[in-house]
């Protein structure tokens, strides 16, 4: 495979490049490039000094000696070794206590107890670094224009609720008013990517509109704030809507403005499911419904419940804490996280 995988390269590399010191530059560069896949796939507890020496072996057997001289110049090998060394340090310093402890820094509750919300699970489970500079040192985010359209429709819906028009043939017309004088609130412009928000927004309200009108469940508490315990730690945050259903039943609704998921992509959704142990333990109201309202596209999304949620919640909750109070915030590289992340730039992860 090696051996395809440098002829593909050669025949790639050849009309690009005049010279042959610049083509054996090319070739030893794409197979450095095999030799970071290779090492990304090896067994987790294979040391990586042995993995680079087999790796290593395995590219003398295809590489001609001008490219072999190449590999032997880079210092590839060297950086991975290093931060594999920093990585060990860092775990040996984090387990010894020998690290400057930040015990001080974390989010606690004036009793002491740490405080988590779905937002923090999911950032440190993504990656415990990033939960780190944002929660523990509280480096602030940019925030994006997504977000700030997202956090202008959580406001218009939650005052469209709060005092709906006496006249239902307003409705409508009231949604568009709250957007208006929102949109010129917090500053958006005239922009065509602020412009296209603005466009997708009408053509949303008019959808949310056409649904609320024939909708079944009405809403009973809107932003409703919970907070309880799990173990030893405080779990926190805030319902969007809650409504009760013609049955007595009641349903616990997200309002989303990004990219629609469907109810299998929720299979084992974390967020509205700890929503349903919280407004148990926090308001003694047993919700046998979640969905996600994904109000750009008008369609809500049911997020399937199971007998273990409860338990899957809490056992997130303890190993997420055990982790915080641990203090630990290895940084967990990924191509698809690390290129949207706001900290990428004082990240040591990030060219991994």
């Known amino acids: 495979m090696l051996e395809a995988s440098w002829r593909a390269g050669r025949e790639l590399s050849e009309p690009r490049l005049d010279t042959a010191i610049d083509v054996n530059r090319a070739i030893a560069?794409?197979?450095?490039?095999?030799?970071?896949?290779?090492?990304?796939?090896?067994?987790?507890?294979?040391?990586?000094?042995?993995?680079?020496?087999?790796?290593?072996?395995?590219?003398?057997?295809?590489?001609?000696?001008?490219?072999?001289?190449?590999?032997?110049?880079?210092?590839?090998?060297?950086?991975?070794?290093d931060s594999e060394g920093e990585r060990g340090r860092r775990r040996e310093l984090i387990a010894a206590g020998a690290e400057p402890s930040l015990e001080?820094?974390?989010?606690?509750?004036?009793?002491?107890?740490?405080?988590?919300?779905?937002?923090?699970?999911?950032?440190?489970?993504?990656?415990?670094?990033?939960?780190?500079?944002?929660?523990?040192?509280?480096?602030?985010?940019?925030?994006?224009?997504?977000?700030?359209?997202?956090?202008?429709?959580?406001?218009?819906?939650?005052?469209?609720?709060?005092?709906?028009?006496?006249?239902?043939?307003?409705?409508?017309?009231?949604?568009?008013?709250?957007?208006?004088?929102?949109?010129?609130?917090?500053?958006?412009?005239?922009?065509?990517?602020?412009l296209q928000f603005r466009d997708r927004a009408r053509e949303a309200l008019r959808l949310y509109w056409e649904h609320e009108r024939v909708a079944d469940g009405e809403p009973v508490w809107l932003e409703r704030k919970f907070d309880f315990k799990v173990g030893e730690h405080h779990v926190r945050g805030r319902v969007d809507r809650v409504d009760r259903l013609p049955d007595g039943d009641f349903e616990l609704i997200d309002y989303k403005t990004g990219e629609r998921k469907s109810e299998a992509e929720l299979e084992n959704d974390l967020q509205l499911a700890l929503y349903r142990l919280a407004a148990r333990e926090a308001w003694e109201v047993e919700a046998a419904f979640g969905s996600y309202y994904y109000v750009l596209d008008g369609d809500k999304v049911a997020a399937p419940s199971k007998p273990d949620d409860a338990e899957r919640v809490e056992r997130t909750v303890l190993q997420?804490?055990?982790?915080?109070?641990?203090?630990?915030?290895?940084?967990?590289?990924?191509?698809?996280?690390?290129?949207w992340c706001d900290y990428r730039l004082i990240c040591p992860a990030a060219e991994s």
């Open 29 to 81: 560069r794409y197979l450095e490039l095999l030799k970071l896949a290779a090492l990304a796939q090896r067994p987790g507890d294979e040391p990586t000094a042995e993995a680079i020496q087999a790796v290593n072996g395995l590219l003398r057997q295809v590489a001609t000696p001008e490219q072999q001289a190449e590999l032997d110049a880079s210092s590839l090998d060297s950086y991975l070794l």
């Open 320 to 339: 997420v804490g055990e982790g915080v109070i641990g203090q630990d915030f290895e940084p967990r590289p990924s191509p698809t996280v690390c290129s």
């Open 104 to 194: 001080a820094f974390l989010p606690r509750r004036g009793d002491g107890r740490l405080s988590l919300s779905a937002s923090d699970l999911t950032l440190y489970l993504t990656c415990p670094l990033k939960y780190k500079f944002a929660r523990v040192f509280g480096i602030p985010q940019e925030p994006t224009i997504n977000q700030r359209f997202g956090i202008l429709i959580h406001n218009v819906l939650e005052r469209f609720h709060k005092n709906p028009p006496a006249d239902e043939a307003d409705g409508l017309k009231e949604l568009n008013s709250l957007f208006e004088s929102g949109w010129r609130r917090t500053g958006f412009g005239a922009t065509d990517d602020e």
